[in-house]
């Protein structure tokens, strides 16, 4: 395997897994009903309709991440989701450890490299487009 194949084979892992555990997040609220994002956007002073944003951040730029159909767009949009996410909802935790002793955002900010790091890289050849 050339390195060219092995940076593909890499950025298709990362396409995967980033796009994969994204996904579920979103099938998630998708069956919970966006009422308590609604109310958590709101609290916040933002309009209820952005938590419609949910489903773009977290359904459909998985999607994109996945099939490699525009996925610089589809990681980008997962990075401006994680972003709402932690100021949303995990500011607080910032400065904690969970339980085992990570970072209690540590699944949120590696959400968040990831994507940053797809947007910035590109698909690879193992994809619908290069874009």
Known sequence: MNGSTQQ???KLILRIA????????????????LDGIVGLVETQGFPGFFAYGVIIGEV?????VITGFFSRIGAILIVI?????????????IGHLNQQGGW??????MFLATAAAIALLG??????NQR
């Open 8 to 10: 593909d084979a890499g």
């Open 18 to 33: 980033l796009g994969v555990l994204v996904f579920l997040h979103g099938l998630s609220k998708l069956e919970g009903g």
């Open 60 to 64: 459909i730029a998985p999607l994109l």
């Open 81 to 93: 989701n994680m972003l709402f996410a932690l100021y949303l909802v995990h500011l607080g935790d």
């Open 104 to 109: 209690a955002i540590e699944l949120q900010v």
């Open 123 to 128: 698909p690879g050849k193992w994809a619908f």
